[in-house]
Nanobody
């Protein structure tokens, strides 16, 4: 089955931007998702992109985050703008069939 590896996390100041990547070992033509998790809380859905690139976002990130994918590169992206301290979390990608990546830490702090 497909394997997923996230990258692109780091420390950024409030108002800054980051772009996360999720490299897949196989095709990502089907629906892909981003989630995030903070300590002591359940994993939270962030965004999804369908096989035909229709997108959906959680209200908390709508207008600030953009999910996209490059099927030729088997890579999923999450462009995060206007970052807030409450966006601090470990971000995970998930495939249509329930495979998770290992996560990448995003910290928003001054």
């Amino acid at each position: 089955q497909v394997q997923l590896v996230e990258s692109g996390g780091g420390l950024v100041q409030p108002g800054g931007s980051l772009r996360l990547s999720c490299a897949a070992s196989g095709s990502i033509f089907n629906t892909m998702h981003w989630y995030r998790q903070t300590p002591g809380k359940d994993r939270e859905w962030v965004a999804s992109i369908s096989s035909y690139s229709a997108t959906n976002y959680a209200d908390s990130v709508k207008g600030r985050f953009t999910i996209s994918k490059d099927n030729a590169k088997n890579t999923l992206y999450l462009q995060m703008n206007s970052l807030k301290p409450e966006d601090t979390a470990v971000y995970f990608c998930r495939s249509w069939n329930g495979v998770w990546g290992q996560g990448t830490q995003v910290t928003v702090s001054s």
